[in-house]
């Protein structure tokens, strides 16, 4: 579902820059928020797990932002 909102938003201000971008941040943050609570609420979050989420989301940001 998540997905699909991000594409429809991304598609819906394709003309827009500024909004995209806006929405690619949204998405890395609650893609690293997601991910985080979830290891947070097993019990298995260690500072190697946040790191992976971090640089991963980061990665996906800069990938997605100079393509815009």
């Known amino acids: 579902i998540l ?6 938003l ?3 201000y394709r003309f ?3 909004i995209q971008r ?6 890395s943050g609650l ?4 991910s985080l609570w979830h290891h947070y ?5 260690t ?3 946040m790191m992976e ?5 980061l990665f996906a940001l800069i990938v997605v932002t100079t393509t815009l």
């Open 31 to 34: 893609y690293l928020g997601w």
């Open 22 to 27: 806006q929405v690619i941040y949204l998405a």
């Open 3 to 8: 997905a699909i909102s991000i594409s429809f």
């Open 53 to 57: 989420y971090l640089l991963l989301a």
């Open 41 to 45: 609420r097993r019990g298995d979050i």
């Open 10 to 12: 991304l598609f819906f």
């Open 16 to 18: 827009d820059t500024h």
């Open 47 to 49: 500072a190697s797990i």
